[in-house]
């Protein structure tokens, strides 16, 4: 038999959690021959109403549900994970600054950066969900030193797939035919949605979409504002959206790309397109065999991308600025 790989998920009783792990668990993630193994880490009281979770995923007898164990330790949950799914934190309540938030989310992942560090499998790669996530992901890596820097991302999945949907409402296609769609920069209000680089039946949807203004007047703001949006229809943030943006994630991550599209996720900036190197920062990627991946190169950059791109990084740099004291050695 296959072995299980082992994914850990964190907050897994909050509602991103609960959309995440029947999918991991019914195959939704690795397919429908791989088993896996889920860890998950709540909060001590949040255990009871995981429990009640842990009987929901009994009662679906998933077939390839090789084993699952919930936990408030986070060196338990991690132990010989192949991957870390980190969704646990306080959502921003009302009145508070994204400046509060990183506060109050920050000192999480120092902890769990270590226990990372002590507990993990040796090919372990963490994907980074809870906000402020490029910066929370930067928290965790700096206390994990034995975990290389090419294995940890921050999600802009979900602006990704934002992002390719409102592309193909404008435009009337089906979003199955807006391929290379960027996420540059931080999971916040500063990020670009990069509409010069992407395309629409194969065609640069510049040519397809031609009215300029629609791009910065709607688009941009329209990808970065949509989780307020849900928040105030639903009454609640994104939840199933982000859980599948997730998934999005590993899988891109894990299998290699295809065609001449790619993917955007938070990465260790190495330089590339002038962001400074080290910071959490979304670029195009694309996957080859054994789950290593790389920044897509030469894309074109105008003045207006480039103002935009430098923005996010400088908020970015700001983050982390103040977090500093949060920051291993
Ligand atoms: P919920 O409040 O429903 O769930 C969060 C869960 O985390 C709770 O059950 C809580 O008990 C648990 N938790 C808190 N501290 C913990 C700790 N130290 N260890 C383990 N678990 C802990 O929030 P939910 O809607 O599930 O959102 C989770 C996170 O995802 C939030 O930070 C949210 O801002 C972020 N999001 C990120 C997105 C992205 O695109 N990167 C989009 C969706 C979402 O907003």
Not at 308 to 314: E, G, I, N, V
């Amino acid at each position: 038999m296959t072995a299980p790989i082992r994914i850990a998920v964190t907050g897994a009783g909050g509602q991103i959690g609960y959309a995440l792990i029947f999918r991991i668990a019914s195959g939704g993630l690795f397919g429908p021959s791989q088993p896996v193994s889920l860890r998950l880490l709540e909060i001590t009281p949040a255990l009871p109403s995981l429990k009640g979770t842990l009987m929901e995923l009994e009662d679906c007898a998933f077939p390839l549900l090789a084993d699952v164990q919930a936990t408030d330790q986070a060196t338990t949950a991690f132990e010989g994970a192949d991957w870390v799914i980190l969704v646990g934190g306080l959502p921003r309540k009302e009145g508070m600054t994204r400046a509060d938030l990183i506060r109050a989310n920050g000192p999480i992942f120092t902890g769990q950066g270590k226990a990372i560090n002590d507990a993990a499998g040796p090919n372990v790669r963490v994907l980074t969900v809870a906000n402020p996530c490029n910066t929370n992901c930067l928290i965790a890596k700096s206390h994990a030193p034995n975990i290389p820097a090419d294995r940890w991302f921050a999600m802009t999945r979900l602006d990704q797939n934002r992002a390719a949907a409102q592309l193909a409402e404008k435009a009337g296609v089906p979003v199955s035919e807006v391929t290379n769609v960027t996420i540059w920069g931080n999971h916040s209000d500063t990020q670009y949605p990069d509409y010069k680089n992407a395309k629409i039946g194969g065609a640069p949807a510049t040519t397809v979409i031609t009215d300029p203004t629609w791009f910065t007047e709607q688009y941009i703001p329209g990808v970065a504002k949509r989780g307020s949006a849900v928040i105030k229809a639903r009454g609640a943030s994104s939840a199933a959206s982000a859980a599948n943006a997730a998934l999005d994630s590993v899988r891109s991550l894990s299998t290699p790309s295809k065609g001449d599209d790619w993917f955007s996720t938070g990465v260790v900036s190495d330089g590339s397109y002038g962001i400074p190197a080290g910071l959490i920062y979304s670029f195009p990627m694309i996957s080859s065999d054994g789950g290593r991946w790389s920044i897509v190169p030469g894309l074109t950059i105008d003045d207006e991308a480039r103002g935009r791109l430098d923005a996010s990084a400088k908020e970015l740099q700001a983050e982390r600025e103040a977090v500093k004291d949060l920051l291993g050695p």
